[in-house]
């Protein structure tokens, strides 16, 4: 049996108490003999500033390099408010997607029955809600030069970024989508604002000749990004596979996530280009809620975007499809047997731990 | 009497059928003496392209300078998915924008008690919503260059837009959100992405500064803008007054908007700067809806957002807080005695035109 080679940079506040269940379930995926891992530890984001000064130590890029799949936790916090821009927690984080080349952000949004109360839409607008957002990460205004603070003569500040996109970044991204789509409801909305960016206008062109070349037969619509943001909240379930750029998907994914109940419960996937030698793929799996300073360190973090993450990297990195179908469904049991941390609880009633939601998966299992 | 100079600019789909309720509106204030105006009308967006081949004319523009305000109504449509970028509908829009300096975009996002069931969200979390976004709208990607599409030797195309922002132009629009929080729950949440981009980090920096200097009574919070826009759907109440740039604008509205059950209902005013000799300012007002291709020429769109566009400019061009206070007054009766355009009515019920709506709130009056 190969050994999974697994990074594990849990970075600050929840993250190690999130982190800390997925390694109980590594553990118990070895014992079980169903798949080999080999788990390495390394830092990032403040803890990673706190002992080395930087955001991510080369060290520990080499490590993720190495690693078959990282699984991250989250970064960030007031303590490091501070530090040097370049030093910023989010640095480790946006090093890494940039430098493995993650180019392809998966966000699956789904609505857990069990859970379609704790949503702020009403249950009938949500119940069964199964969308992906398909996010270009590693460009657009995120990575694009000039990216800057200059004073002017006059003593003024000016601060540029650049929103870059090229027609090979904009095939890949709409690949993978198409793709993807092609495994759901074979249908993708792909947002943009081509009324106001070129960057939309290019966008646009790149996914109706890719859509038409490659993937005719998946159903292909376009809409504008404020639009699309509208639309998950009138009528979520109209969407499929949503594509976008780097920030629009920031901000549309979170919008998705808020539709589920909890940004608790929502994992993802980075993922880079397939090597044609080896036909592996770098990947970075992270649950999509930051690192919660106001309840870290008290066992209160929902840690099922962290496994759900880690079941991810089971799916697209290990090509363990039963495993990671067997750990999404001890997902879904737990929460129907009432399985609730408090992000999740209804108020007034009792909710777990983060440990004791990691154990009422490991008994789901 | 001062007369009031209108220029009205209906533009395409249905802005011509609610700037028709309007101008019934117009006549009303006239004869009942209330305010004297002096309206003119010309063609922006498609409408101009077909008559004169620009979005807008030169002529037109010169009206839109000397009005005393501007009434906009939609632009686009289908009809003109092909015209040359430069000549596409939304042009006129953003050219009118950016010359006549109308860089404070408002956006009041109110539930209405009568409405609340229509929203998507939970009762309990839109009722008596009151939210104002503040617009950043002159300045960021919509129009920092360059903004072009190159193609590269490759063969390869790259799109860039330039997202641009001053000291000068941050100071404003945070000025206009904090004096306009003074008058409303004295709160302003500044949302940018200080974290990925460098105007995020001179935005924060700025609205900080302006807040020490010259508004430390209002409370001040900076927020994320995806995190803004989860909370948006999470919590909206929390808010009182949100500035942003233009993108985040843009976005953050539309979801906003679509909290209050419809975006037939939002009216927004877009103001320049305060001329010092006449303590006049440029201002143009417009729904915040598009031009609804699909239902245009068929009397089903909702009059409201124009007609509450229109008590916007009573209110910050004409100075007749009255009159303002007496329309929106009407449009609050006319709700909580039924009048219910398609858009807001319950399934199965019987709804209004665009003209028995413009009736229901003449017959408020
Ligand atoms: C932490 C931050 C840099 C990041 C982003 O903006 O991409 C986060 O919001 C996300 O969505 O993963
Ligand atoms: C029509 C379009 C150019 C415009 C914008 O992007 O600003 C619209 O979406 C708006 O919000 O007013």
């Known amino acids: 049996m190969a050994t999974h080679k697994l990074l594990l940079l849990p970075g600050d506040g929840i993250g190690p108490e999130v982190a800390a269940e997925v390694e109980k379930l590594v553990a118990w995926f070895t014992r079980s003999g169903i798949a080999a891992f080999e788990t390495e530890r390394d830092l990032v984001g403040g803890a990673a500033y706190d002992a080395h000064g930087v955001a991510i130590s080369e060290d520990a890029m080499k490590n993720a390099k190495a690693a078959d799949a990282v699984l991250f936790g989250a970064v960030g916090g007031p303590k490091w408010a501070d530090v040097p821009y370049e030093h910023r927690p989010e640095a480790g984080l946006l090093r890494l997607r940039k430098d493995l080349g993650l180019f392809a952000n998966l966000r699956p949004a789904i609505c857990y029955g069990a859970l379609a109360d704790a949503s702020?839409?009403?249950?009938?607008?949500?119940?069964?809600?199964?969308?992906?957002i398909v996010r270009e990460l590693?460009?657009?205004?995120?990575?694009?030069?000039?990216?800057?603070?200059?004073?002017?003569?006059?003593?003024?500040?000016?601060?540029?970024?650049?929103?870059?996109?090229?027609?090979?970044?904009?095939?890949?991204?709409?690949?993978?989508?198409?793709?993807?789509?092609?495994?759901?409801?074979?249908?993708?909305?792909?947002?943009?604002?081509?009324?106001?960016?070129?960057?939309?206008?290019l966008w646009?062109?790149?996914?109706?000749?890719?859509?038409?070349?490659?993937?005719?037969?998946?159903?292909?619509?376009?809409?504008?990004?404020?639009?699309?943001?509208?639309?998950?909240?009138?009528?979520?379930?109209?969407?499929?596979?949503i594509v976008c750029d780097n920030l629009f998907g920031d901000i549309l994914s979170d919008v998705a996530a808020m539709l589920t109940g909890s940004l608790g419960m929502l994992p993802s996937a980075s993922l880079g280009a397939e090597d044609p030698a080896t036909g592996k793929r770098k990947a970075l799996y992270e649950p999509v809620h930051g690192s919660a300073p106001d309840i870290a360190g008290q066992s209160r973090a929902n840690p099922l975007a962290m496994i759900g993450s880690f079941a991810m990297s089971l799916r697209y990195s290990f090509g363990l499809i039963e495993a990671a179908d067997m750990l999404e469904g001890a997902i879904t049991d737990a929460l129907a047997n009432g399985a609730r941390t408090g992000d999740i609880a209804p108020a007034g009633t009792n909710s777990l731990s983060t440990t004791e939601m990691g154990d009422a998966i490991l008994r789901e299992l």
Do not use: W
Not at 120 to 131: A, F, G, N, P, T
Not at 147 to 166: H, M, N, S
Not at 211 to 235: I, K, Y
């Open 120 to 132: 702020s839409l009403k249950r009938e607008l949500v119940e069964d809600l199964d969308i992906l």
């Open 138 to 201: 590693t460009g657009g205004v995120y990575f694009g030069e000039p990216k800057e603070i200059v004073t002017l003569e006059d003593g003024q500040k000016r601060a540029v970024d650049t929103q870059l996109y090229t027609t090979g970044e904009i095939e890949r991204i709409a690949r993978v989508a198409f793709d993807l789509a092609r495994k759901r409801s074979n249908k993708v909305s792909s947002a943009e604002k081509h009324n106001v960016m070129k960057s939309g206008v």
């Open 204 to 241: 646009k062109q790149v996914v109706t000749a890719v859509h038409g070349a490659e993937f005719s037969d998946v159903a292909l619509e376009h809409v504008l990004a404020d639009n699309c943001a509208m639309q998950l909240v009138r009528n979520p379930r109209q969407y499929d596979v």
